[in-house]
């Protein structure tokens, strides 16, 4: 099994800052990596697929990168809507979900 | 409008069953792979299941497998998870999603989501 490792597990950010999560995979997946926003109480939603590629309606200030075992997604400009919890998945095999970062943005 | 609608979670004894159902509006439930992932309470997001199109394959993960049995029914727009031996680990929020598929360059991203149905499995 594949396994997903993300870091750091929280971040507390301001208005306007930069936010970076990294997410790491035990073994090589290509670029066939997901990020997901989940905020308390809903479903998660897709926010990029294919480790770079941003999903529909999903703001410019979200991006993607990485490919192999190292992956990054990053927050240019944090707004407050943008807390809560982010999970990356890999989508190479059969999912696995890395444990999760939560951002707070004061 | 694009959705997916959860129901049959509830309170169930250890050991019990259960029948979760997802139906679909707004897209033709046939024409995409489908899928179940879970949250326990507080926790990360697990996969357990995924149905392909035209029932051709289903896959499971290693901690329901001979006890989770997935199906569609294309003629209702349904996806359902049949929930056998359950046990306090199975206890979370079930999620129906749909596989975004070519247009996510690759098969395994779930680009409509289901606001999910609570199982509790408790003595």
């Known amino acids: 099994d594949i396994q997903m490792t993300q870091s750091p597990s929280s971040v507390s950010a301001s208005v306007g800052d930069t936010v970076t999560i990294a997410c790491r995979a035990s073994?090589?997946?290509?670029?066939?990596l997901a990020w997901y926003q989940q905020k308390p109480g809903t479903a998660p939603k897709l926010l990029i697929y294919a480790a770079s590629n941003l999903h529909n309606g999903v703001p410019l200030r979200f991006s993607g990168s990485g490919s192999g075992t190292d992956f990054t997604l990053t927050i240019s400009g944090v707004q407050p809507e943008d807390s809560g919890t982010y999970y990356c998945q890999q989508a190479n095999s059969f999912p696995r979900f890395g444990q999760g970062t939560r951002v707070e943005v004061k | 409008e694009v959705q997916l609608v959860e129901s049959g979670g509830g309170p169930v004894k250890p050991g019990g069953s259960l029948r979760l159902s997802c139906e679909a509006s707004g897209f033709t439930l046939s024409s995409y792979n489908m899928h179940w992932v879970r949250q326990a309470p507080g926790k990360g997001l697990e996969w357990v299941s995924s149905?392909?199109?035209?029932?051709?394959?289903?896959y499971y993960a290693a901690s329901v497998t001979g006890r989770f049995a997935v199906s569609r029914d294309n003629a209702k727009n349904s996806l359902y998870l049949y929930m056998n031996n359950l046990g306090i680990e199975d206890t979370g929020v079930y999620y129906c999603a749909r596989d975004c598929g070519g247009a996510c360059r690759n098969y395994w991203n779930f680009d409509v989501w289901g606001r999910g149905t609570l199982v509790t499995v408790s003595s």
């Open positions: 073994q090589g997946i290509g670029p066939w």
């Open positions: 149905s392909t199109i035209m029932s051709s394959y289903f």
